[in-house]
């Protein structure tokens, strides 16, 4: 069964059986904070300065 990634569609194998017909997505995880002035968030990470119109969350 190929699958949409990316809005590319990839005819690579997924294992339906195993899952039993449903797609297991991994666990998602923060990259990068967005904090209004660019210091690092409460991780400790870094992070990226607000913009006006920049990003959409």
């Known amino acids: 069964m190929g699958q949409l990634v990316d809005g590319v569609w990839q005819d690579t194998w997924y294992d339906t059986k195993s899952t039993g017909g ?17 210091a690092a968030g409460p991780s400790g990470e870094g992070g990226f300065a607000a913009e006006k119109d920049r990003y959409h969350l």
């Open 22 to 38: 449903r797609f297991k997505r991994s666990v998602s995880a923060f990259r990068n904070w967005l904090t209004a002035d660019g």
